[in-house]
């Protein structure tokens, strides 16, 4: 049996560096996408060429109903494996003041960003809960912790998953499943590329973006044995930023 990990958005930025990071743990890595299957066949090819292990999952993590037929899918064509590790990091963002969000911008973020993971991880946590293992680590962010203005929608899917990291945690703690979420500030991804790098700067006090490699390091860290004692925390990871 494989010690098989599911990265949501496991294709790009982040999720990318995480799915890299879990495949030279030694995870079979099923790296979810949305649309853009360039980069996931590229992320895909970069693990084989390492020597790790770990295969594509087409599907729109929003859609719940026909993301969760996918994993059903997955488990009959896999039968005798489970999802041992599952990183919810899938998100999008779209920025507006509150007064002039459109409805669908609310929506589309809570679906991506917190929808999914209520219904991926209960999906996971069946297999998790029966095999008394499990690694799961939400992918939050600061916004969550200190809200930012011009993303009510993104700060409140955010401190919802913190939530549901706190909760969850306390729920399977007993059965040996961790839960623990990462909160990271400035990243340098294809979502922070249109922000002003140099006006954000100035405010870290470590001077600069974080990498996704800084933040896969984390979370590697966090999907590993020797995080077996913590769970039920949020870890930020910000170049010193005040939350
Ligand atoms: P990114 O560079 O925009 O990459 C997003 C990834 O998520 C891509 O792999 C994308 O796949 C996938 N994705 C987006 N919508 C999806 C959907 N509906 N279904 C399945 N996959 C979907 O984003 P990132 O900066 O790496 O962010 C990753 C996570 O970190 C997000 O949850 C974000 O909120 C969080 N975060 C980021 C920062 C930052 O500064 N970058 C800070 C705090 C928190 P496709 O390529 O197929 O679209």
Redesign the pocket.
């Given at each position: 049996m494989a010690n098989n990990a599911l990265v949501?958005?496991?294709?790009?930025?982040?999720?990318k560096s995480i799915s890299i990071k879990l495949a030279a743990m030694g995870y079979h890595v099923i790296i979810?996408?949305?649309?853009?299957v360039e980069?996931?066949q590229d992320t895909l090819s970069q693990i084989v060429a390492a020597g790790g292990s770990a295969e594509l999952l087409a599907?729109?993590?929003?859609d719940s109903t026909d993301f969760i037929k996918r994993l059903e899918e997955w488990q009959q064509a896999n039968p005798g494996e489970y999802i041992s590790c599952l990183v919810n990091?899938?998100?999008?963002?779209r920025d507006n003041l509150m007064i002039m969000m459109p409805d669908q911008d609310w929506e589309s973020v809570i679906d991506?960003?917190l929808n999914s993971t209520f219904y991926i991880t209960k999906f996971v946590l069946k297999s998790m809960l029966l095999k008394r293992n499990g690694r799961i680590i939400n992918?939050a962010?600061?916004s969550g912790l200190k809200g930012l203005p011009g993303q009510v929608n993104y700060s409140a899917a955010k401190a919802a998953l913190i939530g549901i990291t706190k909760a969850l945690a306390q729920e399977v703690g007993k059965r040996k499943i961790t839960v623990n979420a990462v909160a990271?500030?400035?990243?340098e991804?294809?979502?922070?590329k249109d922000l002003d790098h140099d006006e954000l700067t100035k405010n870290i006090p470590a001077g600069r973006f974080g990498k996704?490699e800084e933040v896969a390091a984390l979370v590697g860290f966090l999907a590993s044995p020797d995080a077996a004692y913590i769970t039920g925390q949020v870890i930020s990871i910000n170049g010193g930023l005040y939350t």
């Open positions: 949501t958005g496991g294709s790009r930025g982040i999720g979810n996408y949305n649309s853009n980069a996931a599907g729109n993590v929003a990091n899938a998100g999008i963002r991506t960003n992918v962010s600061l990271p500030g400035f990243i991804t294809d979502m922070t996704p």
